[in-house]
């Protein structure tokens, strides 16, 4: 099967459930290979292997259905999908009427390098408990927290940029790395400050959560990338070993921002941000 934008995908069935990865990607081909191992009992040649690829590539293309694809969060028929990243590839559906894990979600998820599992959710809890983790005392600002994290879990924008900062030694960057563990937990959660547009745009498309760790500065330049990210954006460059054609990037994402100095100065920044001061 294929994006809207064109990528070719491939699903499969691995020990009971399906999974979703791009057939231009190590996955499809490492899945192939072990497939043509099983049945031959030797490796296939990488022409081959190739020659392979490629036409399920143009199967997908030509043939094959167009599914949106998802990083952690989907919407169909609303009901909101959170991917849990586990190895069944299970997901949560919360409706109106409450939620549910299913085996097997109706939307196309892929995996990220660098994704990793949300704890399986049990009925029973309470926001209360947060506090416990994180130095913020204020009631109002607990009120944005917990708005802001709500908000991050749905798969449509607009989202708000939230703002931290505080003195050295207010555990920012904790705080920070412990909201997004709540709804993207990775690897790598927290990230320098990006070199340019299409820097952001790579950490956007293959993650949920953009957080920008202990920014001395604000430049007006990545100001307002971060504004055109929260209320949705796009970006398009030449594509590696191509002429002409283009690679597009489109994401909207939740963004956190941490630093000591007042990091929302800018008029847009400001309208699109909430701060919390630790």
Known sequence: WHTSEGDPYLTITVNGHREHHRLRGKQARRWLAAQFYAKEQKGPGSQALQEALDVLEGQALFEGAEHPVSVRLALQDDTIFL??????????????????????????????????????????????????????TDANDRRLIVSWLAAALR???????????????????????VLVALVDPRTVPLRAAPK???????????????????????????????????????????ELYSDGDEALFDATRPVIINGIKDLGSKGDLLDRAVRVTL
């Open 83 to 136: 991917d849990l990243g586990d190895d069944t590839w299970q997901a949560v559906a919360v409706g109106a009427t409450g939620w549910r894990i299913v085996a097997e979600p109706p939307v196309y998820f892929r995996r990220p390098k660098g994704m990793l599992p949300v704890p399986t959710p049990i009925a029973g809890g309470t926001v209360a408990e947060l506090w416990t983790f994180l130095n913020i």
């Open 155 to 177: 798969p449509t924008g607009p989202y708000t940029v939230l703002n931290l900062s505080g003195e050295q030694g207010t555990a920012k960057s904790t705080t920070t790395r």
């Open 196 to 238: 340019n547009d299409h820097d952001l745009m790579i950490a956007a498309v293959n993650g949920w959560v953009v957080a920008l760790d202990n920014l001395s500065s604000l430049p007006e330049g990545l100001s307002n990338s971060i504004c055109r990210l929260a209320t949705g954006s796009g970006l398009s460059t030449r």
